[in-house]
């Protein structure tokens, strides 16, 4: 349901919906003897949100850290495609792609890009530990959501006023839009270090749907939540989902949460692919079943 | 009275120009980490390169001033290009070693090409005085006050408005987050160091102007010590506070006191503050978890 009309589209993806948007193609990482991930192949389509899940350990965030470039696997390649924006849907602050013929599709090789590149494509991400900068404001904080879409100039920038202030007017209208889509009105002028757990999450979220992500990562977005908490987080992330049509990737340690959300589902166990499927056919896995009974035995004697 | 308030002018323009060395210390330190021994020599080869471009060279003082400002912003670039980045990761005492070894050779290189004695350098700014409340302060004081405070005024709004001194900031809060945000850090750690490199040289060529191009000025920059502890390593705003507090005290010790105890003062008060608040006035309390 649109509860009011928004101007911007957070997607920043132009790929029709039910196409391949990121392959995983055999990525195996290890430090040093340890084997993090080994020989994972996975594909996300565009629109879907895809839950990564698995035991502690599993190495669904090393996964995570291959797509956004903290890491860089050994062996293997991950890529993203991308689509030409048309005209009235390019991002804001985007320069008119001349030339280039609308719906061009283009695929970029993850797997050696610094993880400034990787955001640049399109890539955003929040952390299972929040990692927000502590000492600004929500405001700030969702601005520099924006930071890929700005101008480049260093003078420009210094040039606060005319065209640069008009610039920041345009970006303050899409990330007032965040803020409505997130509930964060209240708290919108407050330091991040100083609100609560749960809401710091939010605004991670909302930080990663400034950049108008092609594609979310969100490590754990529920971690460390209580029911009604990962229920309403749940709700805000089909809302980002369903309003705004982002494609996600959601790593979650609970199976429960994502089962409902999720149109796809893998699972990792010690570093491997041990189901990939939708969440019916993965909860009827016997590998899946067998992995998380062993799981849920250790974390009870814990 | 006049004499206090001569007093009083002298040790702001020293404290202003305190400043804006210091600020070009936390800069390096907010967003990169590093402790930067040479910053006095990032002042004193600033000193020189004005002194080239406009006695030297004969340049027109905007031109000079151009040409200090970018032969600073390559010299910044250079040294976080080629000797800070491969030390990334390496132990905060190694980094610090390697900008004390880098002062020296700035130093040694500025006396190798132009030698130890004090050069003259025609005045840039009016040598004349004003009478103010009975005290005759010179002109050149004053507006060297005036100039730092633009200077700091300007770096403060950069920090606070434009894009790149957000992302700077965010470097300096979270680089894992800035990168993510699609920041490159490693631009943001150039940036930084060619600033600080043009506030050096701007509080270099002041310094020049009010006293001479010489080597002492490196010895003034040894001053940005006292300041960043007392007004916090990693605080703009504190630079301001530190800079004039140091100043002052400096110049007062000198008059009404032991003009060698001067010398000395600054570092007393050093001790003092490291023993009463380590984290400084405006410095951020770090709290290390095991």
Redesign the interface.
């Known amino acids: 349901m649109l509860t009011r009309a928004y101007q911007h589209s957070l997607r920043g993806s132009h790929l029709p919906a039910g196409q391949p948007l990121l392959e995983v193609d055999n990525v195996s990482l290890r430090f040093g003897g340890v084997k993090a991930l080994s020989d994972i192949s996975i594909t996300v389509t565009e629109g879907d949100v895809h839950a990564i899940i698995g035991p502690n350990g599993a190495g669904k965030s090393s996964l995570l850290n291959c797509i956004s470039g903290l890491y860089h696997p050994q062996e293997g390649e991950i890529r993203l495609r991308t689509a030409v924006a048309a005209g009235p849907e390019a991002a804001v602050g985007e320069a008119e792609d001349s030339g280039r013929p609308t719906g061009e599709v283009r695929t970029h090789t993850l797997t050696k890009l610094p993880p400034y590149k990787i955001a640049r494509l399109g890539v955003a991400r929040s952390f299972q530990n929040i990692e927000l900068f502590a000492h600004m404001t929500v405001l700030e904080n969702l601005m520099l959501g924006r930071h890929i879409h700005m101008k480049k100039s260093v003078l420009a920038s210094m040039l606060w006023f005319g065209p640069a202030r008009n610039q920041e007017i345009e970006h303050r209208h899409l990330v007032e839009e965040v803020i409505d889509l997130l509930q964060l009105q209240a708290v919108r002028n407050k330091p991040v270090g100083a609100l609560a757990y749960g809401i710091q999450k939010r605004v991670e979220l909302g930080r990663a749907l400034c950049l108008q992500p092609a594609l979310l990562l969100l490590d754990e977005p529920m971690a460390g939540m209580n029911a009604e908490e990962k229920e309403d987080m749940a709700r805000y992330i089909l809302d980002v989902h369903e309003l705004a049509h982002v494609s996600v990737v959601l790593i979650e340690h609970d199976m429960n949460v994502v089962m409902d959300i999720s149109d796809r589902v893998s699972v990792l166990d010690f570093g491997r692919l041990i189901a990939d499927g939708t969440p019916d056919e993965v909860k009827a896995d016997p590998a899946v079943i067998e992995a998380y009974l062993g799981a849920e035995e250790e974390s009870d004697r814990g | 009275m006049s004499n206090f308030i001569n007093q009083l002018a002298y040790g702001l323009a020293d404290g202003s120009i305190l400043a804006l060395a210091a600020l070009g210390f936390v800069l390096i330190y907010k967003a990169t980490g590093v402790i930067n021994f040479a910053q006095g020599e990032f002042l004193l080869v600033g000193a020189y390169m004005f002194y080239t471009a406009f006695v030297v060279l004969q340049l027109p003082l905007v031109l000079a001033v151009v040409f200090g400002v970018v032969v600073a912003t390559i010299i910044g670039v250079l040294v976080e290009r080629l000797i800070l980045r491969p030390m990334v990761g390496e132990n905060p005492i190694s980094i610090i070693m390697v900008t004390i070894g880098l002062s020296m050779f700035m130093k040694a290189v500025v006396q190798a090409f132009y030698g130890t004695t004090p050069k003259s350098q025609p005045a840039i700014l009016p040598r004349s005085s004003v009478e103010f409340l009975g005290a005759t302060i010179p002109l050149n004081r004053l507006l060297a006050i005036v100039i730092a405070a633009v200077v700091l005024t300007a770096f403060t ?2 920090f606070r ?7 700077m ?2 470097v300096a ?2 680089q ?10 490693r631009r943001i750690f150039a ?1 930084a160091w060619a600033l600080a490199a043009v506030s050096a040289l701007i509080a270099g060529v002041l310094l020049g102007d009010i006293s001479a191009v010489d080597q002492n000025i490196a010895a003034f920059g040894l001053m940005v010590f006292p300041v960043v502890i007392l007004g916090g390593l990693d605080s703009v705003p504190g630079t301001i506070v530190g800079g004039l507090t140091i100043g002052l005290l400096h110049q007062f010790t000198a008059a009404y006191w032991d003009a060698g105890l001067a010398g000395v003062v600054p570092y007393i008060a050093l001790v003092l503050i490291l023993l009463v608040r380590p984290y400084g006035i405006f410095g951020e309390t770090r709290i290390e978890r095991v």
Do not use: C, L
Not at chain 2, 161 to 167: E, N
Not at chain 2, 176 to 185: E, P, R
């Open positions: 709004i950069f408005r434009s894009r790149h001194g957000v992302a900031r965010a809060d979270d894992q987050a800035a990168m993510t945000m699609g920041i490159s850090v940036m």
